[in-house]
């Protein structure tokens, strides 16, 4: 037994020395000259090989939307690689369907162009530009949710449709060298498209929400690229039911705003999740929602309430109050809109289900 274990760790061991191995020759031996890229059948350009496909298209100005910058877990980034592509890596399998991987469907943040390569991409996204922005306003919504309100620079406005969001980059900062960039959906209304609000819940040890928490300063420059995304209001005559938690808050605001611009009459009821009192923001926005909308309710519920909060309003996880609300609605038109974790996401998708609402009638926006 000790025998195998041994080997085991051994062969394990060389292994790892190998891929390791591979690794440096790939960043310092390898050199795969120039590269041509068409785009499409028709844009073609040449780039110095070595890059991934995103990061090529990006010098190129052709803006994939990479929500996880280009990690390998949203797979956003996917098009269409015609000629050359090689075969799907282990990276980008699990992300693709079989249907995909037969339509030659790639993860251009994994795909290393080392040969001349023709590839399709949809033509909305040549519409996500680069834009420079100035911090107008921070402002702490609660202690680890800040609003970022940014005057646009150039260009000096932006055309979203209400539930997009765009992709923030930091600049680098103490003890972090790289730009990352991170998707951030739109609060604002597109009726003013000079200026663009975020709302970022600060994740402990994330790159680009440490720094928006802890070194962005109103009068800082920063850069984006954008609008991306289609997460969106549908069209129907049936109730909606929205759920979010946290900074999911932002995407239902801008859709909200563009149900008020078009004096929607439908019954509109907005379920968010907090654990204590402190954690919960917009409650003043949400009232003026009340007063201009025909038929809006705003249910914040709280899954731990201090005993100071005082709280009479709803408890426990949102899907508690989501499931015991839709249990006494006619279902059959309802549309859901979630914005969250995915856990969240997971689980109020399973409550709609259970009580009716089809999954085509579900509409979200997981914050992965
Ligand atoms: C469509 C969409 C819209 C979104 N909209 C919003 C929004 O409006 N507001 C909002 O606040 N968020 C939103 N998000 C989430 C946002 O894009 C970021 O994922 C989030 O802000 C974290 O970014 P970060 O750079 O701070 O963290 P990251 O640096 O990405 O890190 C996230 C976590 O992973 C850990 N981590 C990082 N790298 C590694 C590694 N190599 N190995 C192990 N762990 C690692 C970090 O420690 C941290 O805990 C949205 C996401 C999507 C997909």
Redesign the pocket.
Same mark, same amino acid.
Request: one cysteine or more; hydrophobic letters at 45%.
């Given at each position: 037994m000790t025998q195998i274990l041994i080997t085991m760790g051994v062969l394990g061991g060389i292994n790892g020395l190998l891929a390791l191995l591979l690794v440096i020759a790939e960043k310092f031996i390898a050199n795969y000259g120039s590269c041509r890229i068409t785009v499409n059948g028709e844009k073609i350009f040449e780039i110095q090989g070595g890059s991934s496909l995103l990061n090529s298209l990006k010098t190129q100005k052709i803006f994939l939307p990479s929500?996880? @910058?280009g =990690?390998g877990t949203?797979a956003?980034c996917k098009c269409r690689v015609l000629d050359n592509g090689g075969t799907v890596l282990p990276t980008e399998a699990p992300l693709l369907t079989q249907d995909e991987i037969k339509n030659h469907v790639r993860l251009a943040c994994q795909l290393k162009v080392k040969k001349d390569l023709a590839v399709e991409i949809p033509e909305e996204l040549f519409n996500i530009q680069e834009f420079t922005a100035v911090v107008e306003k921070l402002e702490d919504l609660t202690s680890d %949710?800040k609003l970022v309100r940014l005057q646009l620079k150039h260009p000096e406005t932006i055309q979203f449709k209400p539930g997009q *969001?765009v992709q923030l980059q930091?600049n680098p900062y103490e003890g972090v060298k790289e730009t &990352?960039s991170? &998707? *951030? $959906?739109i &609060?604002s209304p597109d009726s003013d498209s000079r200026v663009l609000e975020? %709302? %970022? =819940?600060?994740?402990?040890?994330? %790159? /680009? !929400? !440490?720094? /928006?928490h802890q070194y962005l300063k109103a009068g800082d420059e920063v850069r984006f690229t954008g609008p991306? @995304?289609d997460?969106a209001l549908h069209e129907g005559e049936g109730e909606i039911v929205m759920v979010a938690g @946290? $900074? @999911?808050m932002?995407?239902m605001v801008s859709l909200l705003n563009q149900l008020e611009k078009q004096k929607s009459k439908r019954k509109i009821t907005y379920f968010f999740g907090a654990v204590k009192r402190s954690e919960l923001f917009y409650e003043e926005v949400m009232k003026r929602f009340g007063e201009r909308l025909v038929d809006f309710t705003f249910v914040p519920a709280l899954s731990q309430p201090d005993p100071d909060d005082h709280w009479s309003g709803k408890t426990g996880l949102i899907t508690r109050p989501l499931d015991e609300y839709l249990q006494t609605i006619d279902t059959s038109k309802v549309q859901g809109y979630l914005c969250g974790s995915p856990g969240m996401i997971r689980a109020c998708i399973g409550v709609f289900s259970q009580r009716g609402v089809e999954n085509d009638r579900i509409y979200y926006?997981?914050? $992965?």
């Open positions: 929500a996880c @910058g =990690r949203c956003y %949710i *969001y930091n &990352a991170r &998707a *951030y $959906s &609060a975020l %709302i %970022i =819940r600060l994740v402990p040890e994330g %790159i /680009v !929400t !440490t720094w /928006v991306m @995304g997460f @946290g $900074s @999911g932002a995407p926006d997981p914050f $992965s």
